[in-house]
């Protein structure tokens, strides 16, 4: 996973209302951010197994973010 995806990533997070993260359970929390990458054309789709090891690695600090922001 580059940097710009990464970027992009924590850009998502930080622009999408709270109650979706919050409401999401972890899967679907995942999948979810996939699907709001998968616009952006920094993004391949052959990316998307890294990019969701690591949404899952950082869902308590995404979780944490969106609870205290």
């Known amino acids: 996973m580059n940097a710009s995806l990464m970027r992009k990533l924590w850009s998502v997070i930080e622009a999408s209302q709270n109650q979706i993260i919050l409401g999401l359970d972890d899967s679907r ?12 054309p920094l993004f391949d ?12 690695a950082k869902l308590p600090l995404i979780r944490d973010f969106a609870q205290f922001s």
């Open 29 to 40: 929390l995942c999948q979810w951010l996939l699907d709001q990458l998968a616009g952006d």
């Open 45 to 56: 789709r052959n990316q998307s197994a890294a990019v969701s090891r690591y949404i899952h």
